[in-house]
T-cell receptor
Framework: GENVEQHPSTLSVQEGDSAVIKCTYS??????FPWYKQELGKGPQLIID?????GEKKDQRIAVTLNKTAKHFSLHITETQPEDSAVYFC????????????FGTGTRLKVLA | NAGVTQTPKFQVLKTGQSMTLQCAQD?????MYWYRQDPGMGLRLIYY???????DKGEVPNGYNVSRLNKREFSLRLESAAPSQTSVYFC?????????????????????FGPGTRLTVL
């Protein structure tokens, strides 16, 4: 079945350093890739997304890259801050029908002050 | 504008008891979803409703039923709770059923999540 693998499961970085989280998807028909941030005790919230007709998208300190051939996509956070500490989930979806997401298993990011 | 609300926030059940988790959204969204979140497994789709009047199974539907009561409300029912259903449950909604662009500030495919219900089955 459809699957999204996410690595690493935990990531610790020093404040100001960069963080990279990687995902691989199995369904080549997937064409929409969102990233969600979940803070403790809250529901996930969209932080950035990318469609398959774009290779890279940037929003201030966060960026997402997509390699369709390899079926890889990555989240890049630069100049990390303590408030970036959270669990991050990637997902893959198809832009048709019901827009069901297949989520990765999550990455717990800790930014050390 | 409260977004997506879920009740209750916490619940403890005994094996075999039944309960209904409530979800409501005030954003006039067409699609609604129920997920469960377990450690190390991410979020898994239980059921979804693409539009009012329709429901369909997701990845892990066994032991659950849903009702799309109206456009605003989508409930999840556990008829006979089991310890394996101990989890955090999230409801989500999505603005549009089609692929057209959304309004300002939306990603057209974004799902908006509620705060979750933490359920423990003893």
């Amino acid at each position: 079945g459809e699957n999204v693998e996410q690595h690493p499961s935990t990531l610790s970085v020093q404040e100001g350093d960069s963080a990279v989280i990687k995902c691989t998807y199995s369904d080549s028909a997937s064409n929409y890739f969102p990233w969600y941030k979940q803070e403790l005790g809250k529901g996930p919230q969209l932080i950035i997304d990318i469609r398959s007709n774009v290779g890279e998208k940037k929003d201030q300190r966060i960026a997402v890259t997509l390699n369709k051939t390899a079926k890889h996509f990555s989240l890049h956070i630069t100049e990390t801050q303590p408030e970036d500490s959270a669990v991050y989930f990637c997902a893959a979806s198809k832009v048709s029908g019901t827009y069901k997401y297949i989520f990765g298993t999550g990455t717990r990011l800790k930014v050390l002050a | 504008n409260a977004g997506v609300t879920q009740t209750p926030k916490f619940q403890v059940l005994k094996t075999g008891q039944s309960m209904t988790l409530q979800c409501a959204q005030d954003m006039n969204h067409n699609s609604m979803y129920w997920y469960r979140q377990d450690p190390g497994m991410g979020l898994r789709l239980i059921y979804y409703s693409a539009s009012e009047g329709t429901t369909d199974k997701g990845e892990v539907p066994n032991g659950y039923n849903v009702s799309r009561l109206n456009k605003r409300e989508f409930s999840l029912r556990l008829e006979s709770a089991a310890p394996s259903q101990t989890s955090v449950y999230f409801c989500a909604s999505r603005p549009y059923g089609g692929s057209t662009t959304t309004g300002v500030g939306f990603s057209y495919n974004e799902q908006f999540f509620g705060p979750g219900t933490r359920l423990t089955v003893l």
